[in-house]
């Protein structure tokens, strides 16, 4: 069994050996003889479970779409269903659109001087 990603690479043969590579980590080589039976049983553990991975991809890459779409949740683009209450309108501060009346009363307490 030969497991590869970007970074690492892993070999397991029971009747060889284990090869363990990594870019940054460096290599490890153990012949399969010469590994304690508590490393071994640890091993054909870390077997099983990658075969089951495989399986498990197997069954998402044969999958029929309804199926996966059963699985999907649709968001509708994080719109709320029915009426959107969150769309805002720039209108009110576009000069062109403005009405022209002063909206604010009394006096602008920032044109006083300060003391």
Do not use: C
């Amino acid at each position: 069994m030969i497991i590869k990603t970007a970074d690492f690479e892993l070999e397991i043969s029971t009747e060889t050996g284990v090869y363990f590579g990594a870019k940054t980590l460096g290599q490890i080589f153990k012949k399969w003889g010469d590994l304690e039976n508590n490393k071994k049983l640890r091993l054909e553990i870390i077997q099983k479970k990658v075969e089951k991975l495989i399986l498990e991809s197997k069954e998402i890459l044969s999958a029929k779409e309804i199926s996966i779409l059963k699985h999907v949740i649709i968001d509708n683009n994080g719109r709320r269903s029915g009426v959107e209450r969150r769309q805002f309108s720039d209108n009110g501060h576009i000069p062109e659109r403005r009405s022209g009346k002063e909206k604010r009363s009394g006096s602008d307490r920032r044109r006083k001087i300060r003391t």
